[in-house]
């Protein structure tokens, strides 16, 4: 009688098996629920990306919209020449290119872009030409109006170093 109590004692009952089964069933769907929020997470995730990109994407198009003129031509006009058109193999060239076209090189050598209360003793270079500057830089890119901040700080950092460069090489 003890042997086949410690036989059956060993020996699990269907109705361990059921459970057993039943909470791998559980654990699984459990699995499964954590899979789906996370691809539910990162679909919301994705969709808030494409409409942040869509809305770039408008902000591009209204302003590429903006800077056209009547006739279709991008323009911004210095002493009767479309700084939009002069071409340059990259955006620091054409900063330069643009700031050859529009100062001496004396204005240049000893001037320097001051901004606010500056206790430089360089001469301040036309702020109205540096903002054509930026103008035409902003057309000709196109430059949307969220990175337009960002980009004249660089442009203002590009035309600083013009003005070191050409103060050096006098």
Do not use: H
């Not at 969709?47 to 209204?62: A, P, R, Y």
């Not at 076209?101 to 001469?123: C, H, P, V």
């Amino acid at each position: 009688m003890e042997k086949l109590n410690k036989l059956s004692l060993k020996r699990p009952c269907d109705s361990d098996l059921f459970t057993d089964e039943e909470s791998e069933k559980a654990a699984n769907c459990a699995k499964c629920d954590d899979k789906f929020n996370k691809l539910n997470e990162e679909l919301i995730e994705i969709k808030s990306n494409l409409l942040d990109l869509k809305n770039i994407l408008c902000e591009f198009v209204q302003n590429n919209n903006r800077t056209l003129n009547d006739s279709g031509k991008k323009e911004v006009i210095y002493n009767g020449k479309n700084l939009v058109d002069i071409s340059a193999s990259n955006t620091t060239k054409y900063v330069t290119q643009i700031m050859d076209l529009m100062f001496t090189k004396e204005e240049l050598a000893n001037g320097y872009i001051i901004e606010g209360n500056s206790r430089s003793k360089r001469d301040a270079l036309d702020i109205g030409k540096i903002e054509l500057l930026r103008d035409a830089f902003f057309t000709k890119y196109n430059i949307p109006g969220s990175n337009q901040d960002e980009t004249y700080k660089w442009i203002k950092s590009r035309a600083k170093r013009k003005c070191q460069d050409t103060k050096m090489n006098n």
